[in-house]
């Protein structure tokens, strides 16, 4: 299960450096990425597990072919404005605490793309396409958010949990980038790996 993990953080880390880049790019800020953390969850179990309330602006998709599993872009209020502040300037400040429609539509796009170049990662890595729904977009505490996407899970035994965080230093934007799979996606993994081991 160790050399599981192990592998499943090394893809992780490679798609998560894809998002990163695709935000590093749109920004045209250095983007500083940490090593994925990774643990399994139980999904009928989350809100004990993952003790987290802040409140936060999400950006979900869930994987439509290729593999079951959903990815979810996060980040606390504060780090969407500023994004947002980045992208669009005026024209997308909140008003009254809220985003503008044009801010709405900037984090989703924002999104969009961060999660569009996960999932190209992880589509060279398995030869299979791995394709994202459109993103939606939501607002609540973490936990929440994060029960949303692994209550599609709820009939498995574990969900596997992977977070990437991001940061860019000069305002601050802070974020993190989930990826929930099944087992039986963890078992994709497994033998993608293992055909790859073998070809070499």
């Known amino acids: 299960m160790r050399d599981d993990m192990d592998m499943l953080?090394?893809?992780?880390?490679i798609a998560a450096a894809h998002g990163s880049r695709a935000l590093s790019e749109m920004l045209g800020k250095r983007i500083n990425l940490t090593m994925p953390n990774i643990e399994t969850v139980d999904p009928k179990k989350?809100?004990?597990?993952?003790?987290?309330?802040?409140?936060?602006?999400?950006?979900?998709?869930k994987i439509l072919s290729g593999i079951t599993g959903s990815v979810v872009l996060v980040l606390d209020e504060k780090s969407a404005f500023e994004l947002v502040d980045?992208?669009?300037?005026?024209?997308?400040?909140?008003t009254n605490g809220l985003l503008t429609e044009i801010g709405v539509?900037?984090?989703?796009?924002?999104g969009n793309v961060v999660m569009g170049s996960f999932a190209g990662a992880l589509s060279v890595f398995l030869q299979n396409p791995v394709i994202p729904s459109i993103p939606t977009l939501t607002s609540g505490p973490l936990q929440d958010i994060l029960r949303s996407?692994?209550?599609?899970?709820?009939?498995?035994?574990?969900?596997v949990m992977i977070e990437a965080c991001f940061e860019e230093?000069?305002?601050?934007v802070k974020g993190g980038l989930y990826f929930a799979i099944p087992p039986k996606t963890m078992e994709i993994f497994q033998a993608a790996c293992k055909k790859?081991?073998?070809d070499i």
Do not use: F, N, P
Not at 9 to 13: D, P, Q, W
Not at 169 to 172: A, H, Q
């Open 9 to 13: 953080r090394e893809v992780s880390s």
């Open 46 to 61: 989350l809100k004990q597990q993952i003790d987290d309330a802040r409140l936060v602006i999400s950006v979900g998709s």
């Open 86 to 94: 980045m992208c669009c300037g005026d024209s997308g400040k909140e």
């Open 105 to 110: 539509s900037a984090i989703k796009e924002i």
């Open 149 to 159: 996407v692994t209550c599609l899970y709820d009939g498995d035994e574990y969900v």
């Open 169 to 172: 230093s000069e305002r601050k």
């Open 196 to 198: 790859m081991l073998d």
